[in-house]
């Protein structure tokens, strides 16, 4: 099994119990940035660079997400 194949098996059962535990998409959005930032930092030195770059992209998207998230909940807090 090569490590790109762990990594995305790694990842795939990350996502399937955040799948069935939580309830709240906000939380999912921060558990998937959570779970893509380990694997990242864990596997970054193992990864081929094509894998690699599309980690970030997905990560660059979460965290754009969870600002989305951040914002929102910083406006119904003020507002």
Known sequence: MDVD??????LAVWV???TILVKTVDVYVTLLLIGL???SEVGGYFMNPET???LNSAIYFLLFVFLVIVVRKVMEVLG
């Open 5 to 10: 194949d762990v990594i995305i098996l790694t």
């Open 16 to 18: 399937f119990i955040c």
């Open 37 to 39: 930032l380990v694997v």
């Open 52 to 54: 690699k770059r599309g």
